[in-house]
């Protein structure tokens, strides 16, 4: 810092976390601070001097900084926050100088400019009162008289805690989405890009940055996400003097980005939560943050109706007479809504043809969809459909007449997946045609439902020989918005091949995540509990699925299905009920009430992770939101390599008060063991400790075998 420069601070407080900055001599500020709330009267000028770094040997003349945005032009040998040029070469790096702070309330925007480059910048950041979590973006302007090619726009870089010593992120696949993955700190970059053109089964726009004592309820935890359903790019970088950052942005692919004179460019916004309460911490402010600020239901006040599903049933083979019988099983059962899936229009008897089409088949129902509707509702359940807008299949009369709006790159090969094309959603008459078609089925049908699906990736982006990619999302969310304002009742669900499109930007949008197209209970579970550190668990379909599952061939009895899925977020069933035996049936017109009895808990607490000092055993609980009450789910999902089982300690308790615990009344109980032990969570009043005892010490259950599920019921005493 040079002599007698002057210091500028701004923060924010909300919600016990305060956000501190700081600009030296007029440049871009530099983050003092995101975390626990830092006393009023803290002196952030000296905050700044303090973390100022020391001059270093073969370094610039002058310590400096790197900013919340970082520049290039400053003298920082990392990733900068901005990556653009003119088309003469010029503008390649940045010295923004700041013009104001602007605080208001929990919000404070930071404007500065850069007429040398021709660019003006704002970045915005809002701190949630409830729930801590900070909402930020960047926006540069063009103010210049040429063309601005934009490669690379972060949103306002963060740091993380000094003691983080490592990353958790998440790949996966089709039917493996959410897989946590674990890496130390990197000394340089560590790198996540999506190029698919949603936000994809292998990468999950999210990372944690975890300081060495971090566990499930205590030690700092820094956690940040992307709003973005398209290519993106994440990255958590050391540079070589030890400065730690970590940047989010939408990848845009070459050329796609050119930013006109007098035109805008945004971020979408990254969510950060930095919380010294570890990994409960992180998902207890992202669940409340995302279902009171991004969920939007048509109807928050009912309760979220079991589905019945018709895919595993059925497939592409739909009888009017075949469809109506599932119905009256599943209401029988209690389903309380069915979702017709793949099939209805025509050509729809396989998966290479039909799709652009969305008229009902008149060779499949010739007298429309009403007869199959009127039956459902006599039923007592609504209606959903399935529905895929953004693809077409070459063999449709849409792509026959309408070869243009498919993306495409002139004069190379057409590439296909799932013998599949994409639209141009962004192409203004087709965004017009798709809204038309499902406007009109919306408008003909008493539908309150919509499974939206997207089950390829985008291979070739491209209009006229340009990228759109990013143009495609734009159009997608202004399509979902379009049909909102005009069908506000109507739901709709995420869908792409499972979980491909799952993030807080197309939550804005839908009301429900399908999580994979995966079934199978076993392997649904790691994923629910991963996705769960980012969304409220009232937002997952978790379905019971047929035995043997569909996509794994593993068998598992109907007592662990059924159940699984009546405590692990919105129940469905997606199988044929004509085959169940009259004890399966029983099984699972239980579980369906029993989940009933339980959703109003499930889906408005907040779901933590359990710690299990068994590899077998994982779990989760979810208490209510004034602490009253809380319903724990302990899967055991391998043989335990103890002769016993470890202690279950619980979490998000009042450590001072008492809670009852019972195994929950009507749950079946595993009763396998070999040899019997009866847990006083089966006895008369069940088991009475302090939070603290539940927390700290915990308790046993008894031994079990693979696949079994134990759900405990916990009231607080008075």
């Known amino acids: 810092m040079a002599s007698g420069e002057s210091i500028r601070t701004a923060r924010l407080d909300a919600g016990g976390t305060t956000l501190a900055v700081a600009s030296i001599g007029g440049r871009l500020p530099m983050l003092l601070h995101f975390g626990p709330t830092l006393p009023l009267e803290e002196d952030l000028a000296a905050l700044a001097e303090a973390l100022l770094p020391p001059l270093t040997h073969a370094g610039m003349d002058k310590p400096v900084a790197p900013s919340i945005f970082p520049e290039a032009g400053m003298g920082f040998s990392g990733q900068p926050a901005l990556k653009a040029h003119r088309s003469d070469g010029s503008g390649f790096e940045t010295q923004f100088h700041l ?27 809002a701190l949630d009162d409830e729930t801590s979590v900070l909402t930020a973006s960047s926006t540069i302007a063009n103010t210049g008289e040429t063309p ?16 983080d010593d490592r990353l958790v992120t998440w790949t996966g696949r089709w039917c493996a989405e959410f897989q946590r993955r674990i890496s130390p700190w990197p000394h340089g970059k560590h790198l ?64 796609e980005c050119v930013l006109r004179p007098g035109t805008s460019l945004s971020t979408p916004p990254v969510y950060a939560v930095s919380t010294g309460k570890g990994e409960n911490g992180l998902a207890s402010a992202f669940q409340r943050f995302a279902r009171q600020n991004l969920l939007r239901h048509p109807s928050p006040d009912q309760a979220r109706p079991v589905h019945f599903n018709s895919w595993e049933a059925v497939y592409f083979r739909h009888d009017i007479n075949e469809l109506k019988a599932l119905a009256d099983r599943a209401a029988t059962l209690g389903a309380e809504r069915f979702v017709l899936d793949d099939g209805w229009f025509p050509g729809r008897d396989h998966d290479s043809a039909g799709l652009g089409d969305w008229i009902v088949d008149p060779r499949k129902y010739p007298d429309g969809l009403s007869p199959l509707i009127d039956h459902v509702k006599s039923l007592g359940m609504s209606f959903g459909l399935w529905v895929e807008p953004e693809m077409v299949n070459a063999d449709s009369d849409l792509y026959r007449s309408h070869p243009d709006w498919a993306l495409r790159v002139e004069g190379h090969e057409r590439l296909e997946a799932r013998q599949q094309l994409v639209l141009d959603v ?77 993030d807080f930007g197309i939550l804005r949008h839908a009301q429900r995540f399908w999580l ?36 794994t061939g593993r068998r598992l009895d109907m007592r662990f299905r059924a159940y699984s899925a009546a405590v692990g977020g919105h129940m469905g069933l997606e199988l044929d009920l004509r085959e169940l035996s009259d004890a399966e049936s029983a099984t699972l017109a239980a579980a369906i009430a029993f989940h009933k009895r339980w959703r109003a808990l499930l889906h408005a607490g907040v779901t933590r992770r359990i710690a299990a000092a068994d590899e077998g055993l994982c779990g989760q609980m979810t208490v209510a939101a004034d602490g009253s009450r809380f319903l724990a789910a302990v899967v055991q999902d391998a043989t335990i390599a103890r002769k016993t089982t470890a202690p279950i300690r619980l979490s998000g308790l009042d450590r001072s008060g008492f809670y009852r615990l019972r195994l929950a009344e009507g749950a079946p109980v595993p009763d396998h063991s070999r040899r019997p032990y009866e847990t006083p969570l089966a006895k008369g009043e069940g088991l009475v400790l302090s939070g603290a005892a539940l927390m700290d010490a915990g308790f046993r259950l008894p031994l079990g075998w693979p696949d079994e599920l134990w759900i405990i019921a916990g009231e607080r005493l008075p």
């Open 148 to 163: 601005l090619s934009v490669d690379w726009l972060a949103a306002p870089a963060l740091r993380p805690g000094p003691m």
């Open 516 to 551: 994979s197209d995966n079934n199978d209970t076993h392997d649904r579970w790691p994923m629910l509990r991963e996705a769960l550190t980012f969304f409220p668990m009232e937002v997952f379909g978790f379905h019971v699925g047929p035995s043997p599952s569909h996509t």
């Open 192 to 255: 996540l890009e999506n190029r698919t053109g949603r936000t994809s089964h292998e990468a999950f726009p999210g990372i944690l940055s975890l300081a060495k004592d971090c566990g499930l309820d205590r030690g700092h935890a820094l956690g940040l996400h992307l709003g973005w359903s398209g290519n993106w790019r994440l990255m958590a970088e050391e540079t070589a003097d030890g400065h730690r950052q970590i940047q989010a942005g939408i990848l845009y692919l070459p050329g």
């Open 426 to 502: 962004a192409l203004p008459d087709v965004g017009e045609y798709l809204f038309s078609r499902l406007d009109a089925l919306l408008s003909v049908n008493d539908i309150n439902y919509l499974k939206w699906d997207m089950n390829r990736v985008l291979t070739a982006p491209a209009r006229d020989g340009h990228a759109v990619a990013a143009a495609q999302v734009e159009a997608l969310y202004a399509l979902l918005d379009r049909l909102r304002e005009a069908h506000p009742g109507v739901e709709i669900e995420s869908c792409a091949s499972g979980g491909g499109r799952i």
């Open 99 to 125: 013009n104001r702070f602007e605080t208001d309330g929990g919000s404070l925007r930071i404007e500065a400019c850069d007429p040398v480059v021709g660019l003006s910048l704002s970045l915005a950041f």
